[in-house]
């Protein structure tokens, strides 16, 4: 049997790492090389690395913070890869398959799209053929509207006629190799995961699932697990810390014997990495 994915997201916006909430507040972090690195020593199963910047040819720059910003996003993911010991997937500003491509180039082992899958599904079953599916993730953000649930593109901004479920079955279709399924409503909130949706997804669905949105402490992983049943179980908040790293939330979940991999911690950790 497959074990449980636990998975780290590193979310960036204008060069910097930051915590979200509801897709609309953003806390700057820190810088993006350093975080990956500390996630790395944490033998995370995973990683993934998402671009929200509304502006992706440029980053900020800020004189108070001081670590150096990279140019471009691309260049975030390179340095990134240098550190990161893991298998990586890199979503934010995909358009085409060129965009795929260099950031295959760059680093990443997997490519997450979502706006351009909604505006433009044939990306998909290009980017399986050229790349093969298991490089091809899809980002499916949704949120409670009065009549169910609707998946969202563009940040949130946008709503689709699509219903989470209906969609994770087409893009299944299309060639997608794994599904990332992301709770709007419960982003940032600590209120644990969608489990209903989560649930459903999962059973409409051959590819792995893994959930996303609203994790607030360990338990919530062992929740989704036993209910929903995913492949993986991701987080981005509540990892941003050394008091909650994925060694903690991996020793908490194979203490109750769940199907993770042995917690490990790196012995040689940089200093002032963690």
Request: aromatic letters at 8%.
């Amino acid at each position: 049997m497959l074990k449980i994915r636990l998975i780290p997201v590193v979310l960036v916006k204008d060069g910097q790492v930051v915590q979200s909430k509801g897709f609309k507040r953003h806390q700057i972090l820190g810088n993006p090389s350093a975080i990956v690195g500390r996630l790395s020593n944490w033998f995370s199963d995973e990683l993934i690395y998402l671009d929200i910047s509304r502006l992706h040819h440029k980053t900020a720059k800020r004189a108070d913070l001081n670590y150096a910003f990279k140019s471009d996003f691309l260049e975030i993911i390179q340095e990134a890869s240098r550190k990161c010991f893991m298998p990586m997937t890199v979503g934010g500003g995909v358009r085409t398959l060129e965009d795929i491509r260099q950031r295959l180039a760059h680093g990443a082992d997997k490519v997450s799209l979502n706006t351009q899958a909604i505006e433009s599904p044939q990306i998909l079953t290009e980017a399986a053929r050229t790349f093969g599916s298991q490089c091809v993730v899809v980002s499916i953000d949704y949120k409670a509207e009065a009549q169910g649930y609707s998946v969202y593109s563009n940040f949130g901004k946008n709503i689709t006629k699509w219903c989470p479920i209906d969609w994770a079955k087409r893009v299944e279709d299309l060639g997608a190799g794994e599904i990332l399924l992301n709770s709007i409503d419960n982003d940032g909130r600590g209120v644990g995961y969608n489990l209903e949706v989560t649930r459903q997804v999962v059973e409409a669905v051959q590819i792995p699932v893994i959930a996303m949105g609203g994790v607030g402490r360990w338990e919530h992983f062992e929740q989704c697990i036993e209910v929903a049943k995913p492949s993986g179980v991701a987080a981005a908040n509540i990892f941003q810390y050394t008091e909650n790293s994925v060694h903690h939330a991996k020793t908490f979940l194979y203490d109750r014997r769940f199907n993770v991999r042995e917690p490990q911690l790196e012995s040689l950790i940089t200093e002032g990495e963690i």
